[in-house]
């Protein structure tokens, strides 16, 4: 079974401190894997899309990496902010065409 | 315009009520698909169109029943729902069908969030 798992649950940090959200996926035959982030009762932003021939992504303070055959992947926020706290998602596409998702990592950013 | 729109953003119905929920997307993306997000759990895939037809149909009830009228709008009938069924419903869009070697990111509306009484 295709499964995408995110520890830890729920993550605290204090304000300017860089930090790292993990992903793990069981099948490396994935064609990309995308990062999200849901802020409470609100829909989905997407960060960060990773096809299957790159190993990294940058925007801004954010970087993502895949290493497929770890099944691994990080987002790594530098320089935290409050307005980073937010639920973190990771998606990944596998074989059968549709974005299976993580249960997420929820940041809480402390000023 | 890198948005994808829902409307309403809110919405309470009986059971034996009928509502739509819409969606939009002006990027020229032809893929669209609607979710399903229960409360602190990821969302789960329903519909995917691609090209403004049913792709992806994930063993969904036929109380909840999809319509692509054109590449830029989706809706999402409801009929007969059951208080199990409120959840944030969530619509995004890319620019390829999902079928292919080449996938595209997607991109995701505010959702509705629906409450079944």
């Known amino acids: 079974k295709q499964e995408v798992t995110q520890i830890p649950a729920a993550l605290s940090v204090p304000e300017g401190e860089n930090l790292v959200l993990n992903c793990s996926f069981t099948?490396?035959?994935?064609?990309?894997l995308q990062w999200f982030r849901q802020d409470p009762g609100k829909g989905l932003t997407s960060l960060l899309l990773?096809?299957?021939?790159?190993r990294e992504q940058t925007s801004g303070r954010l970087n993502a990496s895949l290493d497929k055959s770890s099944g691994r992947s990080t987002l790594y926020i530098a320089a935290s902010q409050p307005g980073d706290s937010a639920t973190y998602l990771c998606a990944v596409t596998f074989g059968n065409e549709k974005l299976t998702f993580g249960t997420g990592t929820r940041l809480t950013i402390i000023p | 315009d890198t948005e994808v729109t829902q409307t309403p953003k809110h919405l309470v119905m009986g059971m034996t009520n009928k509502k739509s929920l819409k969606c939009e997307q002006h990027?020229?993306?032809?893929?669209m698909y609607w979710y399903k997000q229960k409360a602190k759990k990821p969302p789960e895939l329903m519909f995917v169109?691609?090209?403004?037809?049913?792709?992806i149909n994930e063993s969904v009830p036929s109380r909840f029943s999809p319509e692509c009228p054109n590449s830029s709008l989706l809706n999402l009938h409801l009929h007969a729902l059951q208080p199990e069924d409120s959840a944030l419903y969530l619509c995004a869009s890319s620019q390829e069908p999902t079928s292919g070697l080449v996938l595209y990111e997607q991109f995701f509306g505010p959702g509705t969030r629906l409450t079944v009484l």
């Open positions: 169109y691609s090209y403004e037809k049913l792709s």
């Open positions: 990027m020229g993306h032809r893929a």
């Open positions: 099948d490396s035959a994935i064609y990309n």
């Open positions: 990773i096809q299957s021939s790159q």
